[in-house]
């Protein structure tokens, strides 16, 4: 199954989409390069026919995120960020959106 992913703001870069298989983990990865020392990191993931859902929001570091069966990381210089699911299920098949604010 495949994973959409798509851009939240100008300002962060995402890769247009990923795809993996059932129980193979993946990474989501985002850039954004200008983000202020105030700002935290947003995630979010977008259901097929649903509303956007806040999956996690950090400022830095290393976050484990129990409800998806993964994790957010946070680099050093916090210029980027990466969900990691780590068994992917057909129902996490979704838009995955980062967002600073």
Same mark, same amino acid.
């Given at each position: 199954?495949?994973?959409?992913? /798509? !851009? ?47 999956? !996690? ?18 680099? /050093?210089?916090?210029?980027?960020? /990466? ?11 979704? !838009? ?6």
């Amino acid at each position: 199954f495949s994973m959409a992913v /798509a !851009v939240g703001r100008a300002q962060e870069q995402q890769k247009p989409s990923l795809e993996t298989t059932e129980g193979t983990g993946i990474n989501i990865s985002c850039s954004h390069p200008k983000i202020q020392t105030n700002e935290y990191i947003y995630w979010y993931r977008q259901l097929p026919d649903q509303r956007p859902e806040l999956l !996690v929001s950090a400022h830095k570091g290393f976050k484990e995120l129990p409800d998806i069966g993964g994790h957010l990381w946070v680099s /050093a210089d916090r210029q980027s960020s /990466a969900l990691r699911l780590a068994r992917p299920r057909r129902g996490d098949a979704a !838009v995955y959106y980062c967002a600073l604010g």
